[in-house]
C-alpha cells in the first residue's frame, strides 16, 4: 500500500508563491509517475501537472511558465512549485502516483489533498 502526504498549502496573495510537497511511502518511489491534480470549489478535479518515472514532465496549459514539478528519489518526494499565484489557482491540491502494469489495470494512489487559497 501506498500512503502520500501533502503539504505546503495554504493562503498566498496574488502573484505570491507556494511549494507543496508530497511525501510517499510503501512502495518504490522512482518506479511511479507522479502528479498534482487540482479541484477547485465546484468544479471537477483536473490534472496540473505531471512527471514521470523518467523525469518528463507536462502542464496544463494555464500554468505553463509559472509552475515547475520536480521530483527526489532519495527522499521520495514530489514538489510543485508555484509563482504568480492567481485566484483562480485556488483549489484543494492533490497528489497522485501512478503505475503502469502491462495487462492489468495501472497502480493508483491519492493523497488527502492541501487547500490552496489565492486571494488579497
Known amino acids: 500500500q501506498v500512503q502520500l502526504v501533502e503539504s505546503g498549502g495554504g493562503l498566498v496573495q496574488p502573484g505570491g508563491s507556494l511549494r507543496l510537497a508530497c511525501a510517499a511511502s510503501?512502495?518504490?518511489?522512482?518506479?511511479?509517475?507522479m502528479g498534482w491534480y487540482r479541484q477547485p470549489p465546484g468544479k471537477e478535479r483536473e490534472l496540473v501537472a505531471m512527471?514521470?518515472?523518467?523525469?518528463?514532465?507536462n502542464y496544463e496549459e494555464s500554468v505553463k511558465g509559472r509552475f515547475i514539478i520536480s521530483r527526489d528519489n532519495a527522499k521520495t518526494t514530489v514538489y510543485l512549485q508555484m509563482n504568480s499565484l492567481k485566484p483562480e489557482d485556488t483549489a484543494v491540491y492533490y497528489c497522485?502516483?501512478?503505475?503502469?502494469?502491462?495487462?492489468?489495470?495501472?497502480?493508483?494512489?491519492w493523497g488527502q489533498g492541501t487547500q490552496v487559497n489565492v486571494s488579497s
Open positions: 512527471i514521470t518515472s523518467g523525469d518528463s514532465t
Open positions: 510503501g512502495t518504490i518511489f522512482s518506479f511511479y509517475d
Open positions: 497522485n502516483a501512478r503505475k503502469s502494469r502491462p495487462g492489468r489495470p495501472p497502480l493508483n494512489y
